[in-house]
């Protein structure tokens, strides 16, 4: 019986570091694991040097497939199309660029071997500078109060799944980050593994005030998606609730004082916003009846994972006591 096959997906994006390097550290990763393996890049957008460094590359025992994404695709649209052209039984991702040791390949693989469905790694010990450090802690506590999930290191690139797994998260816009968090919550077993932070990594890193307004939205996606994805009436039918009530409570209370004849209710702005929170929270409640009713006839889209544990145990026979 020959050995599983084994697909290294790498997305090429941004400023893509020496990608002959990195394909020569990521094969002889892969030659210590003893499985046969195939490469698969994927280019969002153009990358002219990229595209010529990656066919120089030898053919040898592994075959290295191209593909070109239109630009502007983002790195979820390219991995998920990784991950549906992708032959083997397991699947590791890489980055273009180095974060750490690609000998962390091998040890992917032993935790895949081992039962895991996911292998996330993280950068161990993290050589970069405090402000790095700093921004890194922030964004993952906020990830593990809101969907209730501890990882370390989300951003490190270099991940492992199995073929169901890859299959089953349908990556959109900016969850390529949230991968684990994601197979965790469709009930897959992750598993994270320490590895060793490469020199090239240790570079000051600091973003615009837009993209950290956008890392804030992706958190409330992953919020939504990892404890209402299924039941999104319960997210917005809260919001619609307090905010009804309280539209309520304003209302009722200047209605009141009018019928004591205190004062007229055409002067008082309070009353519109008493109104609009009425109005706000009957569309919030709507909203979550929508969502309730894709999710209801689109349910078969998404079924749950089901792991077969094996024949139950036969019950011991009653043993007659003795007089």
């Not at 020496?18 to 490469?39: K, N, Q, S």
């Not at 502007?72 to 990784?82: N, V």
């Not at 009957?282 to 999710?295: K, T």
């Amino acid at each position: 019986m020959s050995a599983p096959l084994l697909s290294i997906v790498c997305v090429v994006r941004g400023r893509p570091g020496d990608l002959g390097a990195i394909h020569r550290d990521a094969l002889a990763a892969v030659d210590r694991t003893g499985l046969r393996a195939e490469f698969l890049y994927l280019l969002d957008g153009s990358h002219p040097e990229a595209g010529r460094a990656l066919r120089a590359l030898p053919v040898g025992a592994a075959p290295v497939r191209i593909f070109r994404l239109s630009g502007g695709s983002g790195e979820a649209a390219a991995l998920q199309l990784g991950f549906e052209r992708a032959e083997g039984s397991w699947i590791v991702t890489i980055p273009c660029r180095y974060q750490v040791d690609l000998e962390a390949v091998v040890r992917v693989v032993d935790a895949l071997r081992a039962g895991a469905d996911v292998v996330a790694t993280r950068r161990e010990p993290r050589r970069d500078p405090f402000l790095n450090r700093l921004q890194s802690r922030v964004f993952h506590a906020a990830v593990r109060t809101l969907s209730g999930r501890t990882f370390h290191d989300l951003t490190c690139g270099v991940r492992g799944l199995t073929g169901e797994a890859a299959l089953a998260l349908q990556l959109y816009g900016n969850l390529h980050r949230f991968v684990p968090v994601l197979a965790a919550r469709r009930g897959f077993r992750v598993a994270e593994i320490p590895a060793v932070q490469r020199a090239e990594d240790r570079g000051l890193r600091l973003f615009g005030p837009g993209v950290y307004a956008q890392r804030a939205m992706d958190l409330v996606t992953v919020l939504f998606l990892a404890r209402f994805g299924r039941r999104p009436l319960h997210f917005f039918g809260l919001i619609g609730l307090a905010s009804g009530l309280l539209g309520l409570a304003i209302t009722a209370s200047l209605a009141v004082r009018r019928l004591l004849g205190e004062f007229p209710l055409t002067d008082r702005p309070l009353m519109v916003l008493g109104l609009l929170l009425i109005v706000l929270g009957v569309q919030m409640a709507s909203i979550g009846l929508i969502g309730e009713s894709i999710l209801f006839f689109a349910a078969r889209r998404e079924s749950p994972r089901i792991v077969e544990d094996g024949p139950a145990a036969s019950a011991p026979e009653p043993v007659e006591e003795k007089a």
